[in-house]
């Protein structure tokens, strides 16, 4: 998956579009990322040791990762991404629109 942890991303389609937040958590095998703020859903839950009261708690919702497009940083536009392979065989991410190396966040 071109997204990842960390990542600055802004959502594309849905009720959220244009709304921009960090990623939190990645799932690859089923193509869904957790975004910071964005699709939050209430969850009815019963009383338990971490929630003493129970009730309605809102949070998020993972998004499949079609609908979201990573923020280039010296841009500030979302951009699609190429895999561009070094010399010494690593791989690195290249923002399509800049043409700059997206950093590393984790």
């Known amino acids: 998956m071109r997204i990842r942890k960390g990542d600055q991303v802004e959502v594309i389609s849905g009720v959220y579009t244009g709304q921009r937040g960090r990623v939190l958590h990645v799932w690859p095998k089923k193509e869904r990322v957790l975004v910071e703020g964005i699709n939050n859903v209430k969850r009815h839950t019963r009383p338990n040791p971490n929630n003493q009261q129970g009730g309605i708690v809102e949070k998020e919702a993972p998004l499949h990762v079609s609908n979201l497009m990573i923020v280039d ?3 500030d536009e979302r951009t699609r991404i190429r895999i561009q392979r070094l010399e010494d065989g690593s791989r690195v991410r290249i923002a399509q629109k ?5 950093p590393e966040v984790e």
């Open 73 to 75: 940083s010296q841009t």
């Open 98 to 102: 800049s043409g700059e190396q997206i």
